[in-house]
T-cell receptor, first 114, second 113 residues
């Protein structure tokens, strides 16, 4: 069964600190892995997207890693800001019948406090 | 133009009403999606349109009726909804080059009374 699991479920950090969010997946056949940021009541916004051959990708203060052997990904946030408070969703794309089906994780809710 | 727009932002409707959600993109994407998202849950796929044709219907009740009038527009017609249909409805479109990334709209917050 295709699954994406994220940890922790929620996280509170102080402004300026770093944090790392985890994503484990069992998705086959794997196409790519994406991290989205979703503010409450808003649509998800893409942070990074990685294919099988990519190990790391950065977008400003966000750095995602992918280990295709262990089927794990992480999202590292550096020097957190209050505006980083949001849900972070790991999404794995599986190729199925000519169509890329997205398997969503439940998300990690991050709260950055002053 | 690199965004997906959705209207209205908020919608409150009674169970006997008929309303429509609208989604628009001008990125030339030929695949468009409707998702439903309940609070603190990930989005759930409802429909996929590819080249203006319905390609996937994830067993969605008939009170939700999608329509793709052209390659830039996607509508979701609502009729006789139930209170449990209250949710954030997200539209997305997908690139056909590279890793097929999906771009999401801001969503329509629907409340059914």
């Amino acid at each position: 069964k295709n699954q994406v699991e994220q940890s922790p479920q929620s996280l509170i950090i102080l402004e300026g600190k770093n944090c790392t969010l985890q994503c484990n997946y069992t998705v086959s056949p794997f196409s790519n892995l994406r991290w989205y940021k979703q503010d409450t009541g808003r649509g998800p916004v893409s942070l990074t997207i990685m294919t099988f051959s990519e190990n790391t990708k950065s977008n400003g203060r966000y750095t995602a890693t992918l280990d295709a052997d262990t089927k794990q990904s992480s999202l590292h946030i550096t020097a957190s800001q209050l505006s980083d408070s949001a849900s972070y969703i790991c999404v794995v794309s599986a190729r199925s019948g000519g169509y890329n089906k997205l398997i969503f994780g439940a998300g990690t809710r991050l709260a950055v406090h002053p | 133009d690199t965004e997906v727009t959705q209207t209205p932002k908020h919608l409150v409707m009674g169970m006997t009403n008929k309303k429509s959600l609208k989604c628009e993109q001008h990125m030339g994407h030929r695949a468009m999606y409707w998702y439903k998202q309940k609070a603190k849950k990930p989005p759930e796929l409802m429909f996929v349109y590819s080249y203006e044709k319905l390609s996937i219907n994830e067993s969605v009740p008939s009170r939700f009726s999608p329509e793709c009038p052209n390659s830039s527009l996607l509508n979701l017609h609502l009729h006789a909804l139930q209170p449990e249909d209250s949710a954030l409805y997200l539209c997305a479109s997908r690139t056909e080059k590279g890793p097929n990334e999906q771009f999401f709209g801001p969503g329509t917050r629907l409340t059914v009374l």
